[in-house]
């Protein structure tokens, strides 16, 4: 389940997100990809996921997702985003 943070502060753990309906992610993406999507085609949230086996960060905006990004790029996507 997703972590929820508002308000710089944990509101929720274990939370259950909506899947996105988009077909055309690609078919490599699981379900917590497809859930940080689709919570943001939702509400106001961005969404940060972390593989467990790779370690790489994406990123989910507005309904759209970026995979494989850099620290730099994630703080730079946060804070244009969130400041």
Request: net charge negative; no cysteine; glycine share 6%.
């Amino acid at each position: 389940g997703a972590l929820i943070v508002a308000d710089n502060k944990l509101v929720a753990a274990s939370a259950i997100l909506p899947l996105t309906d988009n077909t055309e992610l690609p078919k490599q993406l699981g379900l917590r990809h497809r859930s940080a999507v689709g919570i943001t085609e939702h509400s106001d949230a961005v969404a940060v996921v972390i593989s467990e086996e790779t370690g790489q960060i994406s990123y989910a905006s507005r309904g759209k997702i970026r995979v494989n990004i850099s620290l730099e790029e994630l703080e730079r996507l946060l804070n244009k985003d969130l400041v």
